[in-house]
């Protein structure tokens, strides 16, 4: 049978997502279940967004402005840079692999530290490109010293996770200096900062303040997080202006679409909102992790919205048996089980669900 589709993806896993919470539900004959697993802030969509929505909604049947050029004014007025070296796009994933469209051709290396965000391996995969994968330390935590160590002439681009998704942990500003100060000129790195908005240590840097002059470094930010627009697909990088300039090339044409620009022009203006919440999480952040570790397991300091339970074997089951009481998590066998910090109700759920699995099965 002649194949269509190229040989090298079958091994490719998917990317996983959370699971649907009605599904959950209905088969467990409950009311309501809990979702903890896909790192979305449980407060609602943010004041005014709703309704720059709805106002949006009554010209979809135009094209949004391709050039995004009053969100990307507003994004470079919020940062202090210049707009054309703002890049927006279907979230910040997207935006992952519009970087790698852009810096390389079949055979590249794109070097990664691993476990990290998920899609990195599937991204590279899609552009051809080769995955090297560093692993992390037994802190979870970048290894920036081997990652350094793997770069070769054939990589390209090199992605940091700072907080690292799934495990929380962050890199501080003299081992990220070290580091860049390292990298080959010809080599792009990308710093890839999600949750930057639930960050609490001053040691841990804001890529764009400290490093956002360098001519070899993108900031990679997303509204799917903090700013509540996960169901928009709302993200933006911030690079050089060449950079930026041949990034918009290879974009998908009107791929940040008319609703998502209105939406997140509304939710830039409510950054006192953001603030108040993400101290929200941030102190719930602490009690879970607190709760956690005095059932003696050892969670990792977090700087994001989530926690990480270093399980390792006891993964896949701690996830079933999560969901079986109608919470959902998300494991990644056979390492470890990432928790998104929801409501103070829904994480006194999860502890009283983790504090009867541990216990029964320490």
């Not at 004959?29 to 802030?41: F, H, M, R, T, Y």
């Not at 054309?84 to 997207?94: D, H, L, P, Y």
Request: glycine share 8%.
């Amino acid at each position: 049978m002649t194949r269509l589709t190229r040989a090298d993806l079958d091994a490719l896993p998917n990317y996983v997502p959370g699971r649907n919470v009605a599904d959950l539900a209905r088969e467990l004959g409950i009311a309501e279940a809990i979702k903890l697993a896909s790192n979305e802030v449980p407060y609602g969509p943010l004041p005014g967004v709703v309704e720059a929505i709805t106002d949006a909604a009554r010209t979809v049947h135009r094209y949004p402005d391709m050039g995004v050029v009053q969100l990307r004014d507003r994004i470079g007025e919020r940062f202090g840079v210049a707009p054309e070296r703002v890049v927006t796009g279907c979230g910040s994933v997207a935006l992952a692999e519009i970087l790698v469209k852009a810096t390389c051709l079949p055979g590249d290396e794109i070097v990664y530290s691993w476990r990290s965000f998920e899609a990195y391996p599937i991204i590279a995969a899609g552009g051809g490109a080769t995955s090297v994968r560093v692993p992390n330390t037994a802190a979870h935590g970048h290894d920036l010293t081997a990652i350094a160590e793997a770069i070769t002439d054939q990589t390209r681009l090199v992605f940091v996770c700072n907080p690292n998704n799934p495990t929380g942990t962050s890199l501080r500003r003299a081992e990220l200096d070290r580091f860049l100060g390292e990298v080959p000129s010809d080599v792009l790195v990308v710093l890839d900062e999600a949750y930057r908005e639930f960050v609490t240590d001053p040691d841990v840097p804001d890529g764009l303040e400290t490093y956002g002059d360098r001519p070899n470094v993108v900031v990679l930010r997303t509204m799917s997080k903090a700013w509540g627009l996960a169901g928009l697909r709302m993200g933006y990088l911030v690079a050089q202006p060449e950079i930026a300039a041949t990034i918009r090339k290879v974009v998908t044409p009107f791929s940040t679409s008319l609703v998502a620009q209105a939406a997140a022009l509304a939710a830039l203006d409510q950054e006192a909102e953001v603030r108040r919440r993400c101290a929200e999480v941030v102190t719930e952040r602490s009690r879970v992790t607190e709760a956690l570790r005095k059932l003696s397991l050892d969670v990792p300091d977090s700087q994001a919205n989530f926690v990480w339970l270093p399980l390792g074997d006891r993964t896949a089951a701690f996830t079933a048996a999560c969901e079986n009481r109608g919470v959902i998590v998300r494991g990644f066998h056979p390492e470890g089980v990432r928790v998104t910090i929801g409501t103070p109700e829904e994480n006194d759920q999860f502890l009283m669900v983790a504090e009867a699995t541990l216990t029964a099965t320490s």
